[in-house]
């Protein structure tokens, strides 16, 4: 196998030392206990309503994110056969703080603040997590990814021009407008370039999403190969979309060009 580059052996090495960290225990499921309901002989339909509405009550109290819905559970069985046990054993994070931490490094100083509670950990939920029952991230980073893909463009497209213009050998003159003068810029850059997804994968590790990101790898001892790299990307796409949705597509723009496009060095 050919030799890692430097930059690619120190991200697969941060893979390994965060894999060995959540490895050290399973995940911790939240039982949900069942409330005992006498079982009363009344004619009255208002008292069984009374007890609806207590049960339901009882179970708003807990945010979304932090539980499974009874409804969704299994039989208490599961069909899925795990050739190593071991792999069925990946810790992910369920303090609010430290999730508030990340976004106040990523989004800088009230960024916790610029989410809702729910959407805050549905941006960073993976569809792997908890078989998607709790609800996960893919319309939203479909979202995040088209935006970033449009101000990646016009960085671009209102870049200053770097190479000079090819000259026609023939001594043709091409058609100039005002409208198209800058999109021969995208012959030299194109978004791909800038979006590189190890690059945005690298940013996403630098400021701790790895750490509060729900999902699950089908190989815990081994997160490169299990697609680690593009659950960070639909990661931090899911967070822009979140963004727009809340607060708006101009500040889902200024966000990705302060925060994302300037530290990748558009």
């Known amino acids: 196998m050919a030799a890692l580059t430097p930059s690619r052996s120190v991200f697969a090495s941060t893979c390994k030392t965060v894999a060995q960290q959540c490895s050290r225990r399973p995940v911790a499921v939240q039982q949900v206990a069942a409330v005992p309901v006498a079982r009363q002989v009344s004619s009255s339909s208002a008292v069984q309503q009374e007890q609806d509405a207590s049960g339901s009550s009882s179970q708003q109290i807990r945010p979304r994110w932090s539980y499974t819905p009874e409804r969704m559970k299994g039989p208490g069985f599961s069909l899925n056969l795990v050739k190593d046990p071991r792999r069925k054993q990946w810790m992910v994070n369920s303090d609010p703080a430290k999730l508030d931490a990340f976004y106040e490094a990523f989004l800088g100083q009230g960024g916790s603040r610029m989410l809702s509670e729910e959407t805050k950990w549905l941006a960073v939920t993976h ?119 809340e607060k708006g597509a101009a500040v889902a723009q200024r966000i990705v060009r302060e925060k994302i496009l300037k530290r990748l060095g558009a």
């Open 127 to 245: 569809k792997s997590f908890d078989y998607g029952r709790r609800g996960y991230n893919t319309r939203l980073a479909f979202l995040g990814r088209q935006i970033i893909a449009l101000e990646t463009t016009r960085s671009i497209l209102t870049s200053p021009v770097l190479n000079e213009p090819i000259v026609d050998k023939y001594g043709r003159t091409p058609y100039n407008h005002a409208a198209l003068a800058n999109i021969d810029k995208l012959i030299y850059t194109q978004p791909l370039d800038i979006m590189d997804k190890t690059k945005i994968a690298r940013m996403g590790i630098d400021f701790g999403l790895l750490t509060v990101m729900r999902w699950k790898p089908r190989m815990p001892e081994d997160l490169e190969s299990s697609g680690v790299v593009v659950v960070l990307n639909s990661t931090l796409f899911a967070i822009i979309g979140a963004i727009s949705l």
